[in-house]
């Protein structure tokens, strides 16, 4: 087995997202993972690694060891293929593509699939937000009553505080992302909103409302990576990944430096774009971890897209889909939804589609090199990748 | 679920807000920490305990309406994190007041709470909260 100094996705699947009641963590996991399989046109005894994405299904499914489940669902238990979960938090999903990616570049693999999954419907009404809040430092934060929304709040309300910002820049993140998500079928919500919908919606941490929030979603997205070698053996037209980085933080938010800048996200992207050898105005697009609207603002700046306070110059015009810096055109963890374990991978699903010209009426123009974010908790992991040509 | 355990061990920090001190920079950490993050190894077997005044800062806050099932009945609560007199910043509610009276830089000091209880026959928690000053 020679080095392989590249890594191809190629393939691609992913479920329908959404509150998918008939539908079990196990069917979701087959779906994409055999959508991704058909897709790369190899057979499932081809693959040598599973890498399987998840992060809270041991409390909301009470079902640990996923990978075993994928593995065993997916028809490959006979093949007797090594599988095992990778957990970052809302990053798991970046993460186990890190994973892969590595286990390709180092020599061992050839060809690996990384499926996340995620299925958070099993539980309902207001336990699933302490669920969530376990994502958080339980101890510290959520024990105080702290949720992933109130801290993203508190982010916003200091954000907002110290650099004159207007409540309506932060509500344009989620009206770009169901903007994008109207053209994307496998989107949980694709109906358009406007900025006073988002700001006429019910409070859920002040000053965020729950049109600032990505919503309780089910769903499933696998990519099939390979290495170098077996691409240009088989002749296959993959999407390549050029870097991969990954930065951890304090977990908790009273330990930063700064409450709106997220340091992990920071030292992610520099290293990642460093990697590839491009620059920012070489990006295409942005698939950003905006599971509350104020992170999308937050990201733009620390990714080194608009400096400390100005993102909201760019929120009006420039990240929609037809603009400067295209923002989510999956239609982001807003609108598209944001089943968290999937949520990462599901974010390589969209690279994919763009990069290959195949992303329908989504489409962005000229795709050549995407940047995306994955990111865990209240920044305490940033996942950050470079895809493209 | 029964979580007596963890409570138990916590309980210290939480009644008299003991955090620690980097015996090497003199950093004050809270929560307590085993080694400090700046000095790293100089710093093992170095931390002290130390006891925080209780008084400190707003940093941030938000109400939060959307809460787990433990805290639903306090619901609309403030949550904030709070830049105390020694340094550090931690997180907690603030209570007995108005959200319309609650804004960034006002001072507040810290108050002994019920916190919940371990189950509804459980034992109860205590903790820290804050009040305006």
């Not at chain 1, 994307?184 to 929030?213: G, H, M, W």
């Not at chain 1, 599901?346 to 009426?361: P, R, T, V």
């Given at each position: 087995m020679?080095?392989?100094?590249?890594?191809?996705?190629?393939?691609?699947?992913?479920?329908?997202?959404?509150?998918?009641?008939?539908?079990?963590?196990?069917?979701?996991?087959?779906?994409?993972?055999?959508?991704?399989?058909?897709?790369?046109?190899?057979?499932?005894k081809d693959l040598q690694m599973l890498?399987?994405?998840?992060?809270?299904?041991?409390?909301?499914?009470?079902?640990?060891?996923?990978?075993?489940?994928?593995?065993?669902?997916?028809?490959i238990?006979?093949n007797?293929v090594p599988?095992?979960?990778?957990?970052?938090?809302?990053?798991?999903?970046?993460?186990?593509?890190?994973?892969a990616?590595?286990a390709i570049?180092?020599?061992e693999y050839d060809v690996v699939m990384?499926?996340?999954?995620?299925?958070?419907?099993?539980?309902?009404?207001?336990?699933?937000?302490?669920?969530?809040?376990?994502?958080?430092?339980?101890?510290?934060?959520?024990?105080?009553?702290?949720?992933?929304?109130?801290?993203?709040?508190?982010?916003?309300?200091?954000?907002?505080?110290?650099?004159?910002?207007?409540?309506?820049?932060?509500?344009?993140?989620?009206?770009?992302?169901?903007?994008?998500?109207?053209?994307?079928?496998?989107?949980?919500?694709?109906?358009?909103?406007?900025?006073?919908?988002?700001?006429?919606?019910?409070?859920?941490?002040?000053?965020?409302?729950?049109?600032?929030?990505?919503?309780?979603?089910?769903?499933?997205?696998?990519?099939?990576l390979a290495s170098?070698?077996f691409?240009?053996?088989?002749?296959?037209?993959?999407?390549?990944?050029?870097?991969?980085?990954?930065?951890?933080?304090?977990?908790?938010?009273?330990?930063?430096?700064?409450?709106?800048?997220?340091?992990?996200?920071?030292?992610?992207?520099?290293?990642?774009?460093?990697?590839?050898?491009?620059?920012?105005?070489?990006?295409?697009?942005?698939?950003?971890?905006?599971?509350?609207?104020?992170?999308?603002?937050?990201?733009?700046?620390?990714?080194?897209?608009?400096?400390?306070?100005?993102?909201?110059?760019?929120?009006?015009?420039?990240?929609?889909?037809?603009?400067?810096?295209?923002?989510?055109?999956?239609?982001?963890?807003?609108?598209?939804?944001?089943?968290?374990?999937?949520?990462?991978?599901?974010?390589?699903?969209?690279?994919?589609?763009?990069?290959?010209?195949?992303?329908?009426?989504?489409?962005?123009?000229?795709?050549?090199?995407?940047?995306?974010?994955?990111?865990?908790?209240?920044?305490?992991?940033?996942?950050?990748?470079?895809?493209?040509? | 679920?029964?979580?007596?355990?963890?409570?138990?061990?916590?309980?210290?920090?939480?009644?008299?807000?003991?955090?620690?001190?980097?015996?090497?920079?003199?950093?004050?950490?809270?929560?307590?920490?085993?080694?400090?993050?700046?000095?790293?190894?100089?710093?093992?077997?170095?931390?002290?305990?130390?006891?925080?005044?209780?008084?400190?800062?707003?940093?941030?806050?938000?109400?939060?309406?959307?809460?787990?099932?433990?805290?639903?009945?306090?619901?609309?609560?403030?949550?904030?994190?709070?830049?105390?007199?020694?340094?550090?910043?931690?997180?907690?509610?603030?209570?007995?007041?108005?959200?319309?009276?609650?804004?960034?830089?006002?001072?507040?000091?810290?108050?002994?709470?019920?916190?919940?209880?371990?189950?509804?026959?459980?034992?109860?928690?205590?903790?820290?909260?804050?009040?305006?000053?």
């Amino acid at each position: 087995m020679e080095l392989s100094n590249d890594v191809y996705i190629i393939g691609a699947g992913e479920t329908k997202f959404g509150e998918l009641w008939d539908k079990s963590l196990r069917d979701l996991a087959v779906e994409a993972g055999l959508e991704a399989i058909k897709d790369a046109n190899i057979y499932s005894k081809d693959l040598q690694m599973l890498y399987a994405s998840n992060s809270l299904a041991g409390t909301i499914n009470e079902q640990s060891n996923i990978a075993a489940l994928a593995a065993d669902f997916s028809g490959i238990a006979e093949n007797h293929v090594p599988a095992v979960r990778v957990e970052a938090s809302t990053a798991s999903g970046g993460a186990a593509v890190r994973e892969a990616y590595l286990a390709i570049k180092s020599g061992e693999y050839d060809v690996v699939m990384v499926g996340g999954v995620e299925k958070m419907t099993d539980i309902y009404g207001t336990e699933i937000i302490d669920v969530q809040s376990s994502i958080l430092d339980r101890e510290w934060e959520s024990f105080n009553g702290a949720t992933p929304a109130a801290m993203a709040a508190i982010a916003a309300r200091r954000y907002m505080h110290d650099f004159n910002v207007e409540r309506e820049a932060i509500s344009m993140v989620a009206v770009n992302d169901h903007a994008n998500a109207s053209l994307n079928p496998d989107a949980q919500y694709r109906n358009k909103i406007t900025v006073d919908q988002v700001l006429n919606s019910d409070p859920v941490a002040e000053p965020l409302n729950v049109f600032d929030c990505s919503p309780i979603t089910d769903g499933a997205s696998a990519i099939i990576l390979a290495s170098e070698g077996f691409v240009k053996k088989n002749r296959i037209d993959g999407v390549r990944i050029l870097s991969s980085a990954m930065a951890e933080d304090y977990l908790a938010l009273h330990s930063r430096k700064s409450i709106y800048t997220l340091e992990s996200t920071k030292i992610a992207t520099e290293e990642a774009l460093k990697k590839a050898g491009i620059k920012r105005e070489d990006v295409s697009f942005l698939e950003l971890n905006d599971s509350y609207s104020i992170y999308g603002l937050l990201e733009l700046e620390d990714m080194g897209f608009a400096e400390k306070g100005k993102a909201k110059d760019l929120v009006y015009d420039d990240i929609k889909l037809n603009g400067r810096l295209p923002v989510n055109p999956s239609g982001g963890l807003k609108a598209k939804g944001n089943p968290l374990g999937a949520t990462g991978v599901s974010q390589f699903f969209e690279a994919y589609l763009q990069l290959k010209g195949k992303a329908g009426q989504r489409q962005v123009k000229d795709a050549r090199y995407a940047l995306l974010h994955n990111m865990a908790g209240t920044g305490a992991t940033s996942v950050v990748h470079v895809v493209g040509e | 679920m029964g979580q007596l355990s963890r409570f138990w061990r916590e309980s210290e920090h939480r009644y008299r807000l003991l955090g620690s001190k980097c015996g090497n920079c003199g950093t004050v950490y809270f929560p307590p920490r085993e080694v400090c993050p700046t000095c790293h190894r100089d710093s093992i077997g170095k931390m002290k305990d130390i006891e925080l005044s209780g008084d400190g800062v707003i940093e941030s806050f938000t109400v939060v309406h959307e809460a787990p099932p433990r805290f639903s009945r306090q619901r609309p609560y403030i949550l904030a994190l709070i830049k105390t007199e020694e340094g550090p910043m931690l997180t907690g509610q603030i209570v007995d007041a108005d959200p319309d009276e609650v804004e960034i830089g006002k001072k507040v000091h810290a108050v002994f709470r019920r916190m919940g209880e371990d189950g509804e026959s459980g034992v109860i928690v205590y903790g820290y909260k804050f009040v305006l000053d």
